[in-house]
């Protein structure tokens, strides 16, 4: 994973909307969403670090928000962001693909 470059990041995004994509969101300790089906119609990505992401969905299915974001990876059809604690452990994670994730 690398530091989380605002533009690239946000770049990656707008490709997946309005795609139906899968999602996996985790935020340690206590919640955990795997393969969540969503149609994106909006992507935004906020702050000068952390970040925040935020994933609007269509036919007012809702909004995610996911805030103190601090590292990403991108892929082909994939985006993951990560923010970790004062320990250097994963505090949350939100996962955007245009395939299933893996169960």
Not at 16 to 31: K, M
Not at 87 to 93: D, M
């Amino acid at each position: 994973m690398e530091a989380i470059r605002a533009e690239a990041l946000l770049k990656q995004l707008e490709q997946l909307v309005s795609q139906q994509v899968y999602i996996h969101l985790e935020v340690n300790p206590g919640a955990y969403w795997r393969n969540g089906r969503a149609r994106l119609t909006a992507v935004h990505v906020k702050g000068s670090g952390p970040y925040r992401i935020f994933l609007e969905m269509s036919d007012d299915s809702g909004l995610i928000q996911v805030d103190s974001l601090t590292h990403m990876q991108l892929g082909d059809g994939l985006v993951i962001a990560t923010g970790y604690d004062d320990h250097q452990r994963i505090a949350r994670t939100v996962e955007i693909s245009t395939s299933p994730f893996s169960m």
